[in-house]
């Protein structure tokens, strides 16, 4: 099943990317025509369909550094959340991600009502720092999403703002 659904998020990744490269060739054709305020309204959807794809479609490898210290090889949807099948992973990303690092511990650290009875809880604090084992590419993927958003923004306000 797992397979399915990784093979379905490539095709909406591939749909995206045809969907994203329509409307920028929309919003060209609308700045050359002169109709600024539409162009960037088409502009705007052709960012949110980027942000959309780079942040929670693309399937990339959930790479949070794991107990023994390598990267999860699972596969993860966006750039923003980790995988399912790791406990924590999926939250435990973005929380690292926004730079909420006690958040990020508190999601791959499990309470005291999961231990069972015969195995004794580790006494103190256990301090783990979230890390994600980032590539060049993973952090460009990052910030091509961030920039993605916040062209999706700029594109809704400035029709709003009487641009013609």
């Known amino acids: 099943m797992a397979q399915s659904k990784l093979k379905d998020m490539w095709n909406l990744s591939k749909f995206l990317v ?3 490269i329509a409307t920028l060739a929309v919003s060209i054709d ?8 539409h ?21 990339v490898k959930c790479r949070v550094t794991t107990k023994r210290g390598h990267p999860c090889p699972n596969w993860a949807y966006g750039v923003l ?3 399912s099948q790791a406990a924590g992973h999926s939250v435990a990303k973005l929380y690292a991600r926004l730079g909420w690092q006690q ?27 979230v890390t994600i084992a980032d590539s060049r590419m993973d952090k460009c993927n990052l910030c091509i999403a961030l920039v993605s958003m916040v062209g999706t923004v700029a594109g809704v306000i400035i029709p709003i703002m009487g641009f013609r």
């Open 18 to 20: 045809l969907f994203f």
């Open 30 to 37: 609308l700045f050359y025509h002169g109709r600024l305020a």
């Open 39 to 59: 162009g960037f309204e088409a502009l705007g959807v052709s960012s949110f369909a980027v942000a959309v794809l780079w942040a929670f479609v693309l399937p």
């Open 81 to 83: 959340f980790g995988c």
């Open 103 to 129: 958040e990020a511990v508190r999601a791959v650290t499990p309470d005291k009502g999961t231990y069972a009875a015969a195995r004794p809880a580790p006494q103190g604090p256990r301090v783990t720092a």
